[in-house]
């Protein structure tokens, strides 16, 4: 089981970038997705939690409306769509998948409303995401 983020880069306040999130070695379709984030010194924060199968999406108030999670299941990838990028959208970006041994594809945090950490049991490598101009 194995996931890559990848997209990341500098980009100029109100451009976007489009994070992916590769998974190999399990079908992504079937286990929830969380992106998060990570500023050092700071608590790294959800940024969106996403279910497979059904598609429900959870976004933090801080991306809402601006952030889209989607999904390709023939390339088994998720991606981060981020438009309207702020300064404050520095940080790492991760991935992370849920096992669904658990809770199915919904995952922990749709049947439990909770978009959090350590629901998430495999992580890719994080990528950077710098906004500045």
């Known amino acids: 089981v194995q996931l890559q983020a990848y997209g990341g880069g500098l980009v100029q306040p109100g451009g976007f970038l489009r994070l992916s999130c590769a998974a190999s070695g399990f079908t992504l379709e079937n286990y929830a997705i969380g992106w998060f984030r990570h500023v050092p010194g700071k608590e790294r924060e959800a940024v969106s939690c996403n279910s497979g199968k059904n598609g429900k999406t959870f976004y933090a108030d801080s991306v809402k409306g601006r952030f889209t999670v989607s999904r390709d299941n023939a390339k088994n990838t998720v991606y981060l769509q981020m438009n309207s990028l702020k300064p404050e959208d520095t940080a790492v970006y991760y991935c992370?998948?849920?096992?669904?041994?658990?809770?199915?594809?919904?995952?922990?945090?749709?049947?439990?409303?909770?978009?959090?950490?350590?629901?998430?049991?495999?992580w890719g490598q994080g990528t950077q995401v710098t906004v500045s101009s």
């Open positions: 992370a998948a849920d096992d669904p041994k658990y809770y199915g594809a919904m995952g922990y945090w749709e049947v439990t409303g909770r978009c959090i950490a350590n629901a998430f049991d495999n």
